[in-house]
């Protein structure tokens, strides 16, 4: 007997393509609407989910790739450190050669000519009557000094003068009477001449430009003996000034007190 739905419900029928028995259900139009809304509400969960795997999965790709960059990063940044460090011995080690060579790092001065220096009537190269050696106590040049005398914690000394930044062929006073005893062209101290003042005391003036005496000459305190230059191990104008007892190097500032502000 075939089922015959009313004005609510829905007659579902399935038949067979082999020709069997014929099925049919009367299906409320109430329970058909519950189908239809349960299957939307599947499907859309079934899209969040969706939605969802795809968001997760992008961050995670995402996250490996920033991790990746970290990693490079990293990689950089310790490279970077290893640079700095090899950086710095080479600056400390320029440094220790730069205070052992008497290097300066200034400005070099405009070229205006040799300053005018006040200097004394005997000056040059000369034999004058009743000469005799003085003490090296008078500054060889005037103005600031860009570098002092400098010892290391041992005692050993990494800077063995001072340096007086000066125009380029501005006169160099001798610091005290004596011989000249070496007039040399040096790797380091450039055009230098050294003065014996006596009981085995010299006074040294590197990086000149200009020579005014040769070995052998006497000279006498505050006479020009050479001119500024920038000869050597030198970066701008400057003269290099040493005192040596006995062929070591002692602080200037013993002899020329009050002299080297």
Known sequence: MPL??????????VVPSWGGRTLQWVVPLGKVRLLIAGAAVTVALLLLVLVAFARVAAEAVEARRLGEENDSLRTRFARLEQLEAEVAELSKANEQMRRMAGIDYYPAPEDAGPAEDPVRESEGRADHAGWQPTLPTVRPRP?????????????????????????????????????????????????????????????????????????????????????????????????????????QAVDPATFLAGQLR
Do not use: N, W
């Not at 500024?228 to 003269?239: C, D, N, R």
């Open 4 to 13: 015959v739905p009313d004005k609510k419900s829905l007659l579902v029928s």
């Open 143 to 247: 103005g600031p000094i860009s570098r002092q005398f400098l010892t290391d914690e041992g005692g050993g000394c990494v800077h063995p003068g001072i340096d007086l930044p000066s125009p380029a062929g501005a006169p160099i006073l001798a610091a005290g009477s004596g011989i000249v005893t070496r007039t040399a062209e040096d790797s380091v101290y450039g055009l230098m001449v050294v003065v014996d003042h006596g009981g085995g005391l010299e006074s040294v003036y590197g990086h000149t430009r200009k020579l005014l005496v040769a070995e052998g000459d006497t000279v006498t305190e505050g006479s020009r003996i050479a001119q500024v230059g920038s000869t050597g191990l030198s970066t701008a104008p400057h003269l290099h000034f040493e005192i040596r007892m006995k062929g």
